[in-house]
């Protein structure tokens, strides 16, 4: 069964350090998004991704972060400069649209991110 | 802006009993989710519903929206333990923005 897969499953970093969560959506889907989850709470929409463009962003995600789909399979999300309020688990999510017949979510694994 | 309220946020169940599980939200949405999540784990999609008074069941789970009262219910059936985890309901604000719920810790104890 198709899947969207994460790397990597937990990265430690250095406060102020620079970090890229990379994800490989399912292959014939069309939207991608990124969601956080800080430790014991609910699960935030970050953004939202479609023709090589963001479609919508929360108020979360800030001038620190960036998203790019820089070949044909990959999207990433990039943080600057990490903060220690930025460690969370990251889940990657893709969907073929975004009708009701179209448009079911699918969550990657996770990227589980630390900041020292 | 959309909220979404759960209740209750902590379940302790013993095994065979039956419980559910609420979720309310406060705008118009075409599509609602349940998803499970073990700890530190990922996101286990349970059920999508789509229209009002949709009903899924799968196993021991069964899920039920009511569009017009906004409201949709996660019913559990003669827990066991293996059903302990936390369970989200996410709304679909617009376009895939999910608002998730703030979970519902479910403890079932033998």
């Known amino acids: 069964e198709p899947e969207v897969t994460q790397t990597p499953s937990h990265q430690v970093t250095q406060m102020g350090q620079e970090v890229i969560l990379r994800c490989v959506p399912i292959s014939n889907h069309l939207y991608f998004y990124w969601y956080r989850q800080i430790l014991g709470q609910k699960v935030e929409f970050l953004v939202s991704f479609y023709n090589n463009e963001i479609s919508e962003k929360s108020e979360i995600f800030d001038d620190q972060f960036s998203v790019e789909r820089p070949d044909g399979s990959n999207f990433t999300l990039k943080i600057r400069s990490t903060k220690l309020e930025d460690s969370a688990m990251y889940f990657c999510a893709s969907s073929y649209g975004r009708g009701i017949g179209t448009g079911e979510l699918f969550f990657g694994e996770g990227s589980r991110l630390t900041v020292l | 802006e959309l909220k979404v309220e759960q209740n209750p946020l902590f379940l302790s169940m013993q095994e065979g009993k039956n419980y559910t599980i609420y979720c309310n939200y406060s705008?118009?949405?075409?599509?609602l989710y349940w998803y499970r999540q073990d700890p530190g784990k990922s996101l286990e999609s349970l059920f999508v519903?789509?229209?009002?008074?949709a009903v899924k069941q799968e196993g021991r789970l069964m899920a039920s929206l009511d569009t017009k009262a906004r409201l949709s219910t996660l019913h559990i059936t003669a827990a066991v333990h293996d059903l302990s985890a936390t369970y989200f309901c996410a709304v679909d604000s617009y376009g895939n923005k999910l608002v998730f719920g703030a979970g519902t810790i479910l403890r079932v104890k033998s």
């Open positions: 705008t118009t949405s075409d599509r």
């Open positions: 519903l789509l229209s009002n008074g």
